[in-house]
């Protein structure tokens, strides 16, 4: 036994190989020397084990745990985060509901106004029509009774009907609507203040829905998300900037935007 290299050796290699100058003992002597060794080491693992044996119980403890309290936030976020999406979606098919409302009353008033203001026109139209291409004076007469009786109902009542100055939907008080109850500046970069979700892609998809109105520029949409953000307490002067605001168009001229943003802005302050 080549006690150097720790390893069982013939006689040759002792004598004659790379072990000559090693010292050797014994492979018996080796052997029993080794094994009261082992068993001692043995020992000493065993030792080690039992005090890591309850640290060990404890941790396993801890790894059954938090399987199980992330089965169990899995389970809540999926539970609410449904029952979150699902008022949303409500409050969606909600606030859908009051804007058909509230466009087809509006639009009825409206048609209600242009068929009143049209009557001159079509009963001018009609006036002209019998006088140049009458068949004969039976008809003419005929007509003549009928024609004269709603030009004087049309000259007596010579009040036009009141034409509202502004009737659009008002965007914004549908989106404070919409986020009400929600916070959103939890949406946003603390380092940049900039609102997470994609505001080109909102963008795009606002103007989807708005292209019988023209294109909403950039800073419409960061100003009402701007809005939303600060709340109904903005500062005097900070108030003026806002879309909506009607001291807004007067005093974009000393804004620091370029004309063509402050044009645009001003041109959608209505819907806003």
């Not at 082992?38 to 084990?49: G, H, M, N, P, S």
């Not at 199980?68 to 509901?97: E, F, H, N, P, Q």
């Not at 959103?184 to 708005?210: H, K, M, N, R, Y």
């Amino acid at each position: 036994m080549c006690l150097s290299d720790e390893e069982p050796i013939c006689g040759i290699c002792k004598l004659f190989g790379d072990h000559e100058s090693h010292p050797v003992a014994k492979i018996s002597d080796a052997y029993a020397e080794k094994k009261v060794s082992f068993a001692e080491d043995i020992q000493l693992v065993l030792q080690k084990w039992e005090s890591t044996e309850q640290a060990m119980q404890a941790t396993e403890k801890l790894i059954r745990e938090l399987a199980t309290s992330a089965a169990d936030t899995l389970a809540m976020i999926d539970a609410i985060g449904d029952s979150l999406l699902g008022g949303i979606k409500r409050r969606v098919a909600t606030l859908k509901r009051q804007l058909e409302s509230e466009h087809s009353s509006k639009l009825e008033k409206l048609q209600l106004v242009a068929r009143e203001l049209e009557a001159p026109r079509q009963l001018y139209q009609q006036m002209k029509m019998l006088l140049q291409h009458h068949t004969n004076a039976v008809q003419f007469l005929h007509e003549h009774k009928r024609l004269k009786a709603e030009m004087e109902r049309l000259v007596e009542g010579s009040v036009f009907p009141h034409v509202p100055t502004k009737d659009a939907i008002a965007i914004r008080r549908y989106f404070q609507e919409l986020i009400r109850g929600i916070d959103i500046t939890a949406f946003v970069f603390p380092e940049t203040d900039q609102v997470l979700v994609s505001t080109p892609g909102l963008l795009e998809a606002w103007q989807a829905g708005c292209a019988m109105q023209g294109r909403l520029s950039q800073q419409v949409l960061e100003d009402t998300l701007y809005k939303a953000l600060m709340g109904s307490a903005s500062k005097p002067n900070e108030e003026a900037k806002l879309p909506g605001n009607p001291s807004h168009s007067s005093s974009s001229s000393s804004a620091s935007t370029s004309s063509a943003q402050r044009s645009e802005v001003g041109s959608r302050e209505s819907t806003v």
